[in-house]
């Protein structure tokens, strides 16, 4: 530890840095980050010790990275190594409390996703039958990931023989954060792209791959080359704008809200444990929310 090594509490700081490396085994990143947040504690307090420092400080340093220019993500991950240090400190030397117990930091103001217009996600999406089997895989992938808002793990863990795909009811069943499983449909479009491609999976996969969609060399496909296949697509298809698989996933919950006003059926669709993350499509399509108004309040329809 480079920061603070001079402050008299620098042993205490070198000490919790060891146990949480050894007890909660760590990644050597997040170790780094711990140190580097915790030397900065050090050095923001010049001579006065750890133990002096109370909530109003704490506040007061916050104030100061801050106005720095430090980002709230940043200072989140700031203040939550702090919190751990001092809540070892109470642990194991007696430290009267935890300063940065409650203490939080500014918010960060939410950016909206980034989605396709209904007539870019067609220009990308529409195209006759692939000629390979590759291209056959791509249609699939890139129709069913806008077709029913599944995230880019969602869909490569997907497997032919467990019963999670099944078009002839037009679903497929995923398992998502926190390992909750959800089902969404599959709509008439994306259905026939599956078809197509489980008619010439064969001619890539290996034997004995369970992976609905393979690779090359016929094992399941890698997440990083889904990416790359689409932003190929849409270079191809000449839409200047930054297509990934979460944007295909972005763009089918805009759409949906858009046509349906149903916020809970999109939420259970996302699989969104909390209503106010799926709350963030609301603001895309401000001006349809305005027609309903427009269509259903009494003083709002011209008599």
């Known amino acids: 530890m480079k920061r603070g090594g001079a402050h008299p509490d620098a042993g205490l700081v070198r000490a919790w840095l060891e146990a949480a490396a050894l007890q909660r085994r760590l990644s050597r990143a997040t ?10 504690l050090l050095e923001l307090l010049g001579g006065e010790r750890l133990a002096a420092l109370d909530a109003a400080g704490v506040r007061r340093l916050v104030a100061r990275l801050h106005g720095a220019g430090l980002a709230p993500r940043t200072l989140a991950l700031t203040l939550s190594a702090w919190r751990g240090l001092y809540r070892w400190l109470a642990r194991h030397r007696g430290f009267a409390a935890n300063p940065v117990q409650g203490v939080r930091a500014p918010k960060a103001s ?131 704008a930054r ?24 939420q259970e669709m996302l699989g969104h444990a909390s209503i106010a993350t799926t709350q963030i499509y609301t603001h895309l399509d401000f001006q349809a929310l305005a027609r309903v108004y427009d269509r259903a309040h009494p003083r709002a329809r011209k008599r």
């Not at 170790?31 to 900065?40: D, F, M, P, Q, R």
């Not at 369970?210 to 690779?215: I, P, S, W």
């Open 31 to 40: 170790l780094a980050n711990y140190a580097h947040a915790a030397g900065g």
């Open 243 to 266: 297509v990934h698989p979460h944007v295909l996933r972005h763009s089918f919950a805009s759409h949906v809200l858009q046509s349906s006003q149903d916020l809970r059926a999109v």
């Open 110 to 240: 939410r950016p909206l996703p980034k989605t396709l217009s209904v007539e870019q996600a067609q220009r990308l999406l529409e195209a006759p039958p692939a000629a390979t089997p590759a291209g056959a895989r791509d249609q699939a992938m890139f129709e069913l990931l806008y077709s029913s808002g599944l995230r880019l793990g969602e869909l490569v863990a997907l497997d032919c023989a467990d019963g999670a795909l099944d078009l002839r009811a037009g679903e497929v069943t995923v398992t998502g954060k926190g390992r909750k499983t959800r089902t969404v449909p599959v709509g008439s479009r994306a259905r026939a792209a599956l078809r197509g491609w489980l008619a010439r999976r064969a001619e890539l996969a290996a034997h004995g791959e369970r992976a609905l969609f393979v690779g090359a060399r016929g094992r399941r496909i890698a997440p990083g080359i889904v990416n790359a296949r689409l932003r190929a697509l849409a270079r191809r298809r000449g839409l200047d």
